[in-house]
């Protein structure tokens, strides 16, 4: 692994505090496994989100990926646990802006 990795995982993710947040990523279904990264907000777990499927995308159109079936999600830290982050109406990443508030259909 590479030093700056080494270094992220030490710090961020194999000490986590309560309320840390982190962006998981499962390039491919059935791997075992996910890619995770510490994030600051929602706001940074939006962008990184985006960026990870916008990513795989790119590899599919351009045929590095013959194909894939991806998920992500953000997790925060409770109780010593990692578990999958809502907002106080239980909506998760997905169905929320950038600061957290419920999308409007």
């Known amino acids: ?3 700056i990795c080494d270094r992220v995982e030490e710090k961020f ?3 986590p505090k309560e309320g840390d947040l982190k962006v998981w990523w499962i390039p491919q ?5 996910s890619f995770n990264y ?3 907000s ?7 989100l985006d960026a990870l499927a916008m990513y ?5 159109e351009h045929r ?5 079936a991806n998920m992500g999600g953000l997790q925060v830290y409770e109780d010593g646990e990692w578990l999958e982050w809502e907002n106080e109406y239980a909506y998760g990443i997905d169905e929320v802006d950038e600061n957290g508030n419920c999308i409007e259909e």
């Open 1 to 3: 692994m590479c030093y």
């Open 56 to 60: 795989d995308l790119f590899q599919l």
């Open 42 to 48: 929602i706001a940074e777990a939006k962008h990184m």
């Open 38 to 40: 510490p994030v600051k």
């Open 13 to 15: 993710l194999n000490d």
């Open 64 to 68: 590095i990926k013959p194909d894939f």
């Open 29 to 33: 279904l059935g791997m075992s496994g």
